[in-house]
């Protein structure tokens, strides 16, 4: 026991001069890389060119977005939106006509699940013209849904309209706009960054070469200096055909063209139509008031 002891008390007293030089080994080192990293001249970006990236970076993020939610706006409707939808009218029906109804609107549901609508007013259309005939159009509230579902699915056909109005005009060309245009800018901004890499690197070759290798290391640092000039260059004019195109702006007006020519035709049906669903539900009113009195 008092051998083992000694012998801990050894490797103690050894490791603790050995930990320390490793410590203070290891922290001159730190100290030496941070001396050198302090040191290295950086090469500063034009000014023009910084302010040109930040502007570029707004379009960029900004095209991306609208893709993206515009994509997901001319959709058609997952199938969980459509099974919710249709969860609500079989509950409906279930309500008003019984057992019977319910099943028969369930066995329509899983016919219709096979053939997805196009849109949510499709959706709503199916619904609704379902229903109305399990009601029966006799019944104020089967008549009201038949007139409701005829309309909106002539909603839904001006919705497609719409839907394929702006694919083709806006999520087409804003989407190759990205994929060449913007990309090509991305690769010119790595190039730059390589480039300033690469000439920082020659800078601190030249400011620490002894006098036999001044000459070389001067070459190489103006060869790196007009190629960092030159990438930076083709990436300002490549980032400023994207920041001043006038071409999303034309794409954004046939975007607004088109819901605004949808949401006309939507207008139009559905003022049609709220005056009878108005005469049924006012016709059905004074029948029930009259009846419970």
Not at 45 to 58: G, I, M, S
Not at 100 to 113: G, I, L
Request: hydrophobic content about 40%; charged content about 25%.
């Amino acid at each position: 026991m008092d051998s083992f002891s000694k012998f801990t008390q050894n490797v103690s007293t050894n490791w603790s001069p050995f930990a320390e030089k490793v410590g203070k080994s290891f922290t001159q080192y730190k100290q030496a890389s941070k001396k050198l990293t302090s040191n290295a001249e950086v090469t500063e970006l034009p000014t023009d060119y910084v302010v040109l990236e930040q502007r570029y970076e707004a379009v960029r993020h900004a095209t991306q977005s609208l893709v993206r939610l515009t994509r997901s706006y001319t959709a058609p409707p997952t199938n969980f939106d459509v099974q919710a939808l249709q969860q609500q009218f079989t509950t409906l029906t279930s309500k008003i006509g019984g057992k019977r109804d319910a099943e028969a609107v369930a066995a329509a549901q899983r016919r219709e699940e096979e053939s997805m609508p196009n849109t949510v007013q499709h959706a709503i259309a199916r619904a609704s013209l379902d229903v109305s005939e399990r009601v029966g159009l006799e019944e104020p509230l089967g008549a009201a849904l038949f007139k409701f579902g005829s309309i909106e699915e002539k909603v839904g056909n001006e919705k497609i309209k719409q839907d394929r109005c702006i694919h083709a005009k806006f999520i087409e060309p804003m989407a190759a706009t990205l994929e060449s245009g913007v990309a090509l800018a991305q690769n010119a901004r790595k190039e730059v960054a390589s480039a300033r890499l690469t000439l920082d690197a020659a800078k601190a070759v030249f400011n620490s070469a002894k006098p036999v290798h001044a000459d070389a290391a001067r070459r190489d640092v103006e060869s790196a200096e007009d190629h960092f000039v030159t990438v930076v260059e083709e990436a300002m004019r490549l980032m400023r055909a994207i920041v001043e195109s006038p071409a999303p702006l034309r794409h954004l007006s046939d975007f607004v063209a088109a819901q605004l020519a949808f949401h006309k035709e939507a207008a139009a049906l559905l003022e049609d139509l709220a005056p009878e669903i108005e005469e049924i539900q006012v016709t059905q009113e004074a029948l029930y008031r009259h009846e419970n009195k």
